[in-house]
């Protein structure tokens, strides 16, 4: 097994691990993700790639060793089994620390058949020493019930001071179609007139 930098000739390879991730995470097949979405995928990675605002590593196996859920085969290289990814965030300067960027986590994912390998470990520690490179000075991530034990052993802690907003899509479609209270329509609001003392003119 080795780990990779992921390259320009890689995209296609990392978006279908990308959606393998997904399809894994949701419990669906590969097929069962809308058609658009590894065009919309390749976009996306396409776009950060070349702004530089995106770095994937692989983790790659001999080619015999694919095994069942094995993912993607890499060129000329073996069967890449793993990947994750760092999408890049700016942040002003504190006093402290001028570095201004944030290294946020994604696509951590290892095919089922090479899990407990320690594969995830060195994916996610290829990211955490790319810190100089890159000028990140925090990294930050989503963690899942399965991958906390492997993000604390690693130096992350959870910060109950962060909060997030879902989508209106996310949340009309875990409850029902219904509209949180903070969704409400928008209407524009009417001013008052400004009072004004003596005669129109």
């Known amino acids: 097994m080795r780990i990779r930098r992921a390259g320009d000739d890689d995209l296609e390879l990392v978006t279908e691990l990308r959606l393998?991730?997904?399809?894994?995470e949701r419990e669906e097949a590969r097929a069962a993700l809308h058609p658009s979405l590894a065009g919309e995928t390749r976009t996306w990675q396409d776009r950060l790639h070349r702004a530089g605002r995106i770095h994937t590593w692989l983790a790659e196996v001999a080619g015999g060793d694919r095994?069942?859920?094995?993912?993607?085969i890499g060129p000329d290289t073996g069967t890449a089994v793993g990947l994750a990814s760092l999408v890049l965030h700016d942040l002003p300067?504190?006093?402290?620390?001028?570095?201004?960027l944030d290294g946020r986590l994604l696509n951590v994912w290892v095919a089922p058949a090479h899990r407990r390998a320690g594969i995830g470990a060195a994916l996610v520690t290829a990211c955490l020493d790319a810190a100089d490179e890159l000028?990140?000075?925090t990294f930050s991530?989503?963690?899942?019930?399965?991958?906390?034990?492997?993000?604390e052993s690693s130096g992350f802690v959870a910060n109950?001071?962060?909060?997030?907003r879902p989508s209106l899509r996310e949340v009309a479609a875990g409850g029902g179609g219904r509209r949180p209270p903070w969704a409400a329509p928008t209407t524009r609001a009417t001013l008052p007139r400004p009072r004004t003392s003596g005669r129109r003119r």
């Open 20 to 24: 393998a991730f997904l399809a894994d």
């Open 67 to 72: 095994g069942a859920g094995g993912a993607a």
């Open 93 to 100: 300067p504190r006093p402290e620390d001028h570095r201004c």
């Open 135 to 137: 000028g990140i000075r």
């Open 141 to 151: 991530l989503h963690a899942t019930d399965d991958g906390r034990p492997l993000y």
């Open 160 to 164: 109950g001071a962060w909060m997030e």
